[in-house]
């Protein structure tokens, strides 16, 4: 009889321990496919952001005469500063909530500091460059909309100042927070148009410098951003003949 009970202890084990090993193997095949499944989600999202910095990039591009020769990091003549208005970008694009929640009134934000040539947009092909440090993205939050074009734009303009990351979001910063925004712009209640010329204008006044310093990118009638020249030294300068600014009367949407 004794024997017959420890015999059936061990089997009894045997079967809770069978059990276990099934749910086990259960469990892990449905962890592993939600981790598949938000990896994809990750990877679609990554996919669309990318995307949407590029169609930012090119919006602007019209606009800017390409110098025929290739940049080599920190061969360049001046940094061209381009603000986004988020109001027209967000209308068409899926920028980020940072960017483009109802609610966050944002206007005038930070899309990128870009080295350029005299002669017009030099040859900049993306670098795949080691990602910016957690503390220099914090640190450009203050004036990009998110981290994902944080990165994007270091890969793809920031390698070429010949700057380190840290240095280079240092003098983005600098050269944004020189600048004075022009009220009338930014204080708007409703839907209105300006004219192209009228917007480089408002900030040269609120500057105390030439409208020359300033350029305008459109698309469709639309303000894409205002394109402010700096010299290496980050003061204000004249855009050259190859920086190629709108005409006529551009849509600002009223910030959100």
């Not at 099934?22 to 449905?30: G, K, S, V």
């Not at 500057?207 to 009638?221: E, I, L, R």
């Amino acid at each position: 009889m004794k024997h017959l009970i420890v015999r059936l202890l061990l089997i009894a084990s045997l079967v809770v321990t069978g059990c276990n090993s099934r749910r086990e193997a259960r469990d892990e095949r449905r962890s592993s496919n939600h981790e598949d499944r938000r990896e994809s989600r990750r990877t679609s999202e990554n996919e669309s952001r990318s995307a949407d910095y590029e169609r930012r990039d090119s919006d602007s591009e019209p606009h800017r005469r390409r110098d025929s020769g290739a940049t080599t990091p920190g061969n360049f003549d001046f940094y061209l500063l381009a603000l986004s208005w988020a109001p027209n970008f967000c209308a068409s694009h899926s920028g980020p909530a940072t960017e483009c929640a109802p609610g966050r009134h944002t206007g005038f934000i930070v899309h990128g500091l870009w080295p350029q040539g005299e002669r017009g947009r030099l040859d900049q092909p993306c670098q795949h460059a080691s990602p910016v440090a957690a503390d220099v993205v914090r640190y450009a939050l203050n004036f990009y909309p998110d981290a994902g074009l944080v990165q994007h734009e270091w890969q793809c303009h920031g390698v070429y100042s010949g700057l380190s990351a840290r240095d280079y979001f240092a003098t983005v910063g600098k050269a944004f927070q020189s600048l004075r925004l022009p009220s009338e712009l930014t204080t708007l209640s409703s839907d209105r148009s300006f004219d192209a010329t009228a917007i480089s204008e408002s900030f040269a006044k609120a500057n105390a410098v030439s409208s020359a310093d300033f350029a305008t990118s459109c698309h469709d009638g639309e303000l894409v951003s205002v394109e402010v020249c700096f010299a290496r030294d980050l003061a204000l300068r004249s855009c050259p003949s190859s920086q190629r600014s709108c005409r006529g009367s551009l849509l600002l949407r009223t910030p959100r």
